[in-house]
């Protein structure tokens, strides 16, 4: 790598390591999205209210709900007398869970219920209708409470606060406990703005218990309990009497839903564990299947010597034709060229002085090295050889190449 691309690379890599550096010490957006669940820790969560239930309530047993209203009040012990507080941005019964909280309330229990939208049977039983009014000046919606005894005349509100009253409730059976003021924007700049009062926190009176429904949740969020406006849910909630309360987490904006297609099962204790169990079973029998285990080697099998086949094809073939003449030569030029090769002696006059070289350096003497010289000699100047020529040539041949190996 160059010095050039070095550098290149070196400064990639710092501005990937700024970009990482700055995502990591740049603060999180503040999430403004409603969502009211009790873990919750979000300006329009309600970790807080829920945290603080106990010194509300230092007499009352609190409990959780995750699931239907329909499952906790067809199930719950109709010999206690409790309360069952709502509260999100919105909130829908279906009809079977409105007859649920109407016989509930019906036998003397209560119901708190904070939303800015409420609709269905529930609302049409209790003839109630709520209305929101868009136009209005930021920052200046205020709500107040009824009650005399309370100190704090008027609460704040600034982010969040959606100006939703009641416009039509059962005047027989409704109890205004709370106003919202808001500014109405004029649009014509000859008219002042119009500071307007509506009721938006009622009790309603229904068999032998009662509906609290309050339409600004967001006094009961995060937001607003860690500020001057604290004391406007604590109020509130101070109409509720009951020793045993049904803190509702399930009909939450912010609820986590799991969306993927094993939802059933991930939501049913048994058949999640043993989906998880099954899963881990899966891996574990990966890890020790593949460590167990190595990749078949293969069988290599040896090279075959092609030399020895070869000079056993040459020599079936001579054999046959019978050319013994042709074969010694070729035998003889082959034991001429293994002396030059192993001894280093020229072959081109085969003389007493050759014969004496070749004795001293193969190690055979000088009788047995001349004899078989003669013998190639007489064979060369032979014109036509025959079979028993060939076998005295190959002993006399074998025979001196024994001492090579000594």
């Keep these: ?58 007499d009352s047993k609190i409990e959780t709900v995750e699931e239907s209203i329909y499952n ?84 704040r509100f600034e982010r969040g606060a959606d100006p939703v009253y009641f416009t ?90 799991i969306t993927s297609p094993m939802r059933f099962v991930l939501n049913q204790p048994a058949l999640k564990w043993a989906y998880y169990l099954t899963i881990c079973a899966l891996l574990l029998f990966v890890i020790f299947k593949a460590k167990r285990e190595q990749r078949i080697i293969p069988i290599v099998s040896p090279l075959e010597n092609s030399s020895v086949e070869f000079a056993r094809t040459v020599g079936t073939l001579y054999h046959q034709n019978k050319d013994y003449t042709n074969l010694n030569h070729q035998k003889i030029n082959y034991f001429l060229s293994f002396i030059r090769n192993r001894y280093f002696v020229n072959t081109a006059i085969l003389d007493e002085p050759f014969i004496r070289t070749l004795a001293n350096k193969s190690g055979n003497s000088i009788n047995d090295t001349k004899t078989l010289v003669t013998l190639i000699l007489n064979l060369k100047n032979k014109p036509i050889h025959t079979e028993q020529d060939t076998v005295t040539l190959s002993k006399k041949i074998n025979a001196f190449k024994k001492s090579y190996g000594r």
């Design 1 to 58: 790598m160059g010095k050039r691309s070095k550098i290149i690379l070196g400064l990639l890599i710092a501005v990937l390591i700024g970009i990482i550096a700055t995502e990591i010490v740049r603060p999180k957006p503040i999430n403004w999205r409603p969502s009211f669940t009790s873990s919750s820790k979000i300006p329009f969560g309600c970790y807080v209210l829920y945290q603080e239930l106990p010194t509300l309530f230092p």
């Design 72 to 155: 906790v009040l067809t199930t719950r012990d109709s010999s206690k007398i409790s309360t069952y507080i709502a509260i999100n941005n919105m909130l829908s019964f279906d009809s079977q869970e409105s007859k649920q909280l109407l016989n509930y309330v019906a036998k003397g229990n209560q119901v708190f219920i904070a939303a800015n939208n409420l609709y269905g049977m529930l609302a049409d039983t209790l003839n109630i209708e709520m209305e929101r009014y868009y136009d209005f000046k930021e920052d200046t919606a205020s709500v107040s409470l009824t009650n005399t005894r309370f100190k704090t005349a008027q609460f």
């Design 168 to 257: 039509s409730v059962d005047t027989l059976n409704t109890e205004i406990l709370g106003h919202i003021s808001f500014t109405e924007k004029s649009f014509l700049p000859t008219e002042m703005d119009t500071l307007k009062s509506k009721p938006n926190f009622i009790k309603t009176a229904f068999g032998n218990g009662h509906f609290y429904i309050n339409t600004l949740p967001a006094g009961f969020s995060n937001y607003y309990l860690l500020n001057r406006s604290s004391n406007y849910s604590a109020q509130s909630l101070s109409y509720l009497t009951n020793d045993y309360l049904y803190w509702d987490d399930y009909k939450k904006s912010g609820r986590k839903i």
